[in-house]
């Protein structure tokens, strides 16, 4: 499938910020700044990501866990480009200037993957979300863990109701 992966490097980029704040090291700093370009590098014209980078650089744009879809790899992505942007350090105005676009278009994305009202399904005798069926609560919970810190950058209703009616679906 590839040498790296937006999924893998998103889930480092979190742990980086997260710990930047608590020892704010030049070190940790460096891997925010690296982590965070491969990231951007790997958004496809769509507004999702590719998934899979091959050793050469080249993204892998024809495996199916690699495509530019609205999945997994996309909403850690967001998730750790939220994450990003919460984070106070030295010469990252401009990577968060990038981030703050990126998650802009994906959210406006998500809100329109999750407009509609959300409808119960019946499978094996259990009645449940039909997101729940579509996306997982693992995907919906990363979703929901990116819309909190963008909210927290750019508070609005809008982002607000979309919070909320995500978790009305996993409740």
Request: hydrophobic share 35%; aromatic share 12%; net charge neutral.
């Amino acid at each position: 499938e590839g040498f790296t992966c937006v999924d893998d490097v998103s889930r480092a980029l979190v742990f980086y910020c997260r710990q930047y704040k608590v020892n704010p090291l030049q070190k940790y700093l460096d891997k925010i700044k690296s982590l965070s370009r491969f990231i951007m590098y790997m958004r496809a014209p769509n507004g999702y990501y590719y998934n899979f980078m091959f050793t050469d650089k080249q993204i892998n744009k024809v495996h199916q866990n690699s495509k530019p879809t609205p999945n997994f790899w996309s909403w850690r992505a967001y998730w750790a480009l939220s994450e990003l942007s919460l984070v106070d350090g030295d010469g990252l105005q401009e990577i968060q200037a990038e981030a703050r676009n990126q998650l802009s278009s994906l959210t406006q994305k998500i809100d329109l993957l999750f407009q509609q009202p959300d409808e119960l399904i019946t499978i094996e005798g259990l009645t449940i979300s039909k997101r729940m069926a579509d996306f997982g609560g693992d995907q919906m919970s990363v979703i929901l863990l990116g819309l909190t810190n963008y909210y927290r950058i750019n508070p609005n209703e809008t982002i607000k109701n979309l919070m909320q009616n995500i978790g009305e679906s996993i409740l």
